[in-house]
C-alpha cells in the first residue's frame, strides 16, 4: 500500500509565497498521476492541480493558475506544489494524493486518486 505525507505548509502573509512538498512510499511513483487538492474550511476539497506520470499534462484550477505551479522529480519520487502571491482565500489544509490507476491522466477529479496524506495547513494573513 502506498503512502505519501505533504510538507511545507506554514503561516505567510498575503502576497508571499510557499512551496510544498510530497515525499512518496511503497508504490511506483513514475506511473502514477500525482495531484494536490485542498480543503478550506467550511467547503468541499478541490483538486487544484494535477500532473501527469511523465510530466507531459498538467492541470489547474482556475482559482490557482498563473499562481500555483505543479512539478514532480520522479527520480527522487516527490511532488511538489510552488504557490505565489498566496491570498487569504488559499487558506486551506493541502493534500497530496496519487492516482488510483496507472498511465491515466486525471484533471483533479477527487474520485480518481485513492492514496492521500494527512495534509499540511496553509494559512495567509491579510
Known amino acids: 500500500q502506498g503512502q505519501v505525507v505533504e510538507s511545507g505548509g506554514g503561516l505567510v502573509q498575503a502576497g508571499g509565497s510557499l512551496r510544498l512538498s510530497c515525499t512518496t512510499y511503497g508504490f511506483d511513483f513514475a506511473d502514477y498521476t500525482m495531484a494536490w487538492f485542498r480543503q478550506r474550511a467550511g467547503k468541499a476539497r478541490e483538486g487544484i492541480a494535477s500532473?501527469?506520470?511523465?510530466?507531459?499534462?498538467?492541470f489547474y484550477a482556475p482559482s490557482v493558475k498563473h499562481r500555483f505551479t505543479i512539478s514532480r522529480d520522479n527520480a527522487k519520487k516527490l511532488l511538489f506544489l510552488q504557490m505565489n502571491s498566496l491570498t487569504p482565500e488559499d487558506t486551506a489544509m493541502y493534500y497530496c494524493?496519487?492516482?488510483?490507476?496507472?498511465?491515466?491522466?486525471?484533471?483533479?477529479?477527487?474520485?480518481?486518486?485513492?492514496?492521500w496524506g494527512r495534509g499540511t495547513q496553509v494559512t495567509v494573513s491579510s
Open positions: 500532473i501527469s506520470w511523465n510530466g507531459e499534462e498538467i
Open positions: 494524493a496519487a492516482a488510483s490507476l496507472p498511465l491515466y491522466f486525471s484533471h483533479g477529479v477527487d474520485g480518481d486518486f485513492d492514496t
